[in-house]
C-alpha cells in the first residue's frame, strides 16, 4: 500500500460522512489530491485472522487469491518453490498479532478467468512488475502448528508469471484502481471468482476482504462495513481492517460472496509510540476521524475495452 505523509502522531485528519459514531467532513477530492499516498489501519478490533480460521465457503475462495512475489524471495528446488522474506518482528513491535509469520507478497491479486488476474493498477506501474516479479496463489496458513518452513514452501501449480498487462487504470486519486493482467498459463485447480456488478452497494453493507496483510500470509478480514460510496460513486470507504500487501485483494459482499471491489488505499497502518524504535499497529477510533479504507469498485472495470473483449 502506498505511504501517506501525515503531519503529526496525533493522526488528526480531515475525516468523511461515517456511521456508527465516526464524524467529520466529507473527503472531498482536494483532500485526496493532496494526501494519496497512505497505507490502512485497524478500525476498532483487529479482525485479521489467518484464513484456515474462515469457514470452508471462504477458505475455497482464498484459494483463487494470489500474492505478488519478488523473484528476489523466490528459489526454485526443481519440482517446488521456496519463498524467504523477514519475519513480521522484523518491521513491527514483537508483540504485534502475527509477529513471527514470514513476510513476503508487496501486493494481492485475484483471479477471474484461467489466465486472467485482477490487482490494483497501483501494484503494478509497468512490464518491469511482469519480469521481476511472479503470482503465488494460497500463500496461507492451513493451520496452527505449521512451521515457516513448511508454508514457504510452495508447489510449481501455485506459481504463475504475469505474462502481460492488459490494461490499466489509476484515476480520481485511487477510487479508480485497477490492472488486468494476462498469465502465463491457465491456472489449474481453482476457480475465477464471481464479480458482482449488478449488486447494489449501501451504507451499512457488511464487506469481507481475503490479502495478504503486511506481506504476511493470507488474512481474511469480515465484520466491516460500508461507511459512504465516494462523491464521484467510483470508490467506497469501509471500516474493514485493510494493510499494506492488502492493495489489490478482493473486497466481498458478506452475504452473497460476490466480488464488488479492489482494495485500493486507506489510513496509516502503523506508528512509532513515543520511546519505541519498533512500530505499532494504528487503532482508529471514532473521536480521530481516521480516513476510511477505500475499495475501487468492480464496476469501474465493466466499461474497460479489454474487459469487455475478455468476457463477452
Known amino acids: 500500500m502506498i505511504l501517506r505523509k501525515i503531519a503529526s502522531i496525533s493522526f488528526v485528519c480531515s475525516s468523511f460522512l461515517l456511521l456508527s459514531g465516526f464524524t467529520g467532513k466529507d473527503l472531498s477530492h482536494s483532500e485526496r489530491k493532496q494526501n494519496p499516498l497512505r497505507f490502512m489501519a485497524v478500525f476498532g478490533e483487529d479482525n485479521r485472522q489467518d484464513l484456515y480460521n474462515a469457514n470452508s465457503k471462504w477458505q475455497e475462495i482464498g484459494h483463487s487469491i494470489a500474492g505478488k512475489v519478488s ?14 522474506g523477514a519475519p513480521l518482528s522484523a518491521k513491527e513491535c514483537a508483540g504485534n498479532k502475527f509477529a513471527d509469520q514470514i513476510t513476503v507478497p ?10 486472467i488476474l485482477i490487482t490494483a493498477a497501483h501494484c ?8 521481476n516479479f511472479k503470482w503465488v496463489f494460497e500463500y496461507a496458513l492451513h493451520n496452527g502448528h505449521e512451521s515457516p518452513e513448511s508454508y514457504t514452501k510452495i508447489s510449481q501449480n501455485q506459481v504463475y508469471k504475469c505474462k502481460k498487462i492488459l490494461a490499466r ?20 485447480d481453482r476457480k475465477p471468482l464471481p464479480l458482482g456488478f449488478d449488486l447494489p452497494l449501501f451504507a451499512g453493507q457488511s464487506m469481507t476482504d481475503i490479502g495478504h ?20 460513486g ?6 474493514l481492517d485493510i494493510f499494506k500487501g492488502d492493495s ?16 485500493s488505499h486507506g489510513h496509516t497502518d502503523h506508528y512509532h509510540k513515543a520511546g519505541e524504535s519498533c512500530r505499532s499497529v ?20 465493466q466499461a474497460d475495452p479489454v474487459f469487455k473483449t475478455l468476457f463477452n
Open 213 to 232: 496483510s503486511s506481506g504476511l500470509p493470507l488474512k481474511y478480514k469480515d465484520s466491516g462495513k460500508i461507511l459512504r460510496l465516494t462523491p464521484d
Open 248 to 263: 489489490g485483494s478482493p473486497i466481498f459482499d458478506e452475504n452473497t460472496g460476490l466480488v464488488v471491489g479492489i482494495t
Open 124 to 131: 503494478v506501474n509497468s512490464e518491469d512488475d511482469c519480469t
Open 234 to 239: 467510483l470508490g467506497v470507504d469501509t471500516d
Open 71 to 84: 523473484l528476489d524471495h523466490m528459489q526454485s528446488s526443481g519440482t517446488d518453490w521456496k519463498l524467504s
Open 169 to 188: 487504470r489509476y484515476e480520481n486519486f485511487g477510487n479508480v484502481d485497477y490492472a488486468i493482467l494476462e498469465l502465463d498459463r491457465p491456472v489449474a
Open 282 to 301: 494504528k487503532v482508529c477510533k471514532p473521536e480521530e476521524g481516521c480516513y476510511p479504507s477505500t475499495f475501487s469498485r468492480i464496476t469501474n472495470i
Open 106 to 115: 508487496s501486493c494481492t491479486g485475484f483471479l477471474v478467468k484461467p489466465t
